[in-house]
């Protein structure tokens, strides 16, 4: 019962879950840091259903279905809708809610924060700091340092290992010399 009263879900199909094709997103960028403001009816045509549920909706991943629920490889969290940065994989950690949690976001402008009183409940939303995607919220029944509990939504979610990224920046810096 906690569980589920932490986030609202929705009856997503787990076969909906689609990967995002970046090539068809002008906006994707795991570097720009500028702001994008997002018209709904474009991101609808370019985003899979499942993404543009919970981005522009606010809608919920079931728990425990997500592919990053469990996840224990080590790299980063970027936004799934437009590449932003959100969390370390060291900032990671089992809180056995059904979804991704996190105790410290990458930065503190990766993430922006609103008051979210449906359902009855008294949360607070999170959203991407570039592009306002809706992510998940944050709960104050963490781990130390922070004690913050960032309930984030798989679908919502773009993984690269570390090792990925470590081989990304040996290729472009042999490339500069």
Request: glycine residues 8%; neutral net charge; proline residues 6%.
């Amino acid at each position: 019962m906690i569980t589920l009263s932490a986030c609202n879900f929705s009856n997503q199909n787990k076969n909906d879950n689609m990967s995002t094709d970046k090539k068809d997103n002008p906006f994707y960028s795991n570097t720009d840091t500028n702001k994008v403001t997002l018209d709904n009816g474009e991101l609808k045509k370019i985003l899979p259903a499942d993404v543009y549920n919970v981005a522009r909706e606010k809608g919920t991943e079931r728990p425990f279905t997500g592919k990053y629920w469990d996840s224990k490889e080590g790299g980063t969290y970027y936004c799934a809708v437009c590449g932003n940065p959100l969390f370390n994989s060291n900032g990671k950690f089992e809180s056995s809610c059904g979804w991704p949690s996190f105790f410290e976001p990458i930065s503190k402008g990766s993430i922006i924060y609103a008051p979210d009183n449906t359902y009855g409940m008294h949360r607070t939303e999170v959203m991407c700091g570039r592009c306002h995607s809706h992510l998940g919220h944050v709960f104050e029944d963490g781990p130390p340092p922070t004690h913050l509990r960032y309930c984030i939504n798989s679908v919502i979610l773009d993984f690269k290992k570390a090792q990925d990224a470590e081989a990304k920046f040996n290729k472009d810096s042999a490339t500069n010399k």
